[in-house]
């Protein structure tokens, strides 16, 4: 099983990204769908995650209310639009998949990453 995530890049406070992961190796449905960040000097947080269908979804604190996550399984595909952005959302972005959203966990980050840089 592979995981890619890309989309990220420089953005300006207040501003918005969509993030990307692609999915290979598996059936994407077989598992729910997270996102988990790494900013610099800090540890891993998982900041949201989506059930195998899309039906319920799950954000941290510190994302709740600005980020959405989506997932389209006919491409393999999840998403995390990330709208309001400050600061302290710069980090390396991982996607993650578990077989339920109350297993994930930090250490499943996979891949290289995104990286997000929000400037002030």
Not at 2 to 18: C, K, P
Request: aromatic content about 8%; hydrophobic content about 30%; proline content about 2%.
């Amino acid at each position: 099983v592979q995981l890619q995530a890309s989309g990220g890049g420089l953005v300006q406070a207040g501003g918005s990204l969509r993030l990307s992961c692609i999915f290979s190796g598996d059936t994407l449905e077989d598992y729910v769908l997270g996102w988990i960040r790494q900013a610099p000097e800090k540890e891993r947080e998982v900041v949201s995650c989506i059930d195998h269908r899309g039906d319920r979804t799950f954000y941290s604190d510190s994302v709740k209310g600005r980020f959405t996550i989506s997932r389209d399984n006919a491409k393999n595909t999840g998403y995390l639009q990330m709208n309001a952005l400050k600061p302290d959302d710069t980090a390396v972005y991982y996607c993650a998949i578990e077989r339920h959203c109350a297993l994930l966990r930090p250490s499943d980050a996979r891949g290289k990453g995104t990286l997000v840089t929000v400037s002030s």
